[in-house]
């Protein structure tokens, strides 16, 4: 399984950037695929993720502003990130084959990660 992410850069407050991650040798399964992000200094954490049936789940600090989505056809995750915040600045992880319990984000696979960062 390879997951490969793009779509980081420098953005400045308030702008926007779209997230992509291809997945290859992946079947989606009945898991969350996930985006994780992770701070400088602080401890990686789930941002967003997709289950199977199309359910969403989205950190309090993102809601209103982040959309995930996938395109079965290019086999890709896609993060929309609008109302960037300085806070926002990470390394930007996708992962599959996540599951979610007792407040903590698990992943199977994952990818090297693109660099956001939000000036």
């Known amino acids: 399984v390879q997951l490969v992410e793009s779509g980081g850069g420098l953005v400045q407050s308030g702008g926007s950037l779209r997230l992509s991650c291809v997945a290859s040798g992946y079947t989606y399964s009945s898991y969350y695929m996930t985006w994780f992000r992770q701070a400088p200094g602080k401890e990686r954490e789930g941002v967003v993720a997709?289950?199977?049936?199309?359910?969403?789940w989205y950190a309090d600090s993102v809601k209103g502003r982040f959309t995930i989505s996938k395109d079965d056809l290019k086999d890709t995750l896609y993060l929309q990130m609008n109302s960037l915040k300085p806070e926002d600045t990470g390394v930007y992880y996708c992962?599959?084959?996540?599951?979610?319990?007792?407040?903590?984000?698990?992943?199977?696979?994952g990818g090297q990660g693109t660099q956001v960062t939000v000036s």
């Open positions: 997709l289950a199977s049936d199309g359910s969403t």
């Open positions: 992962a599959a084959d996540c599951v979610f319990d007792e407040g903590i984000w698990y992943s199977t696979y």
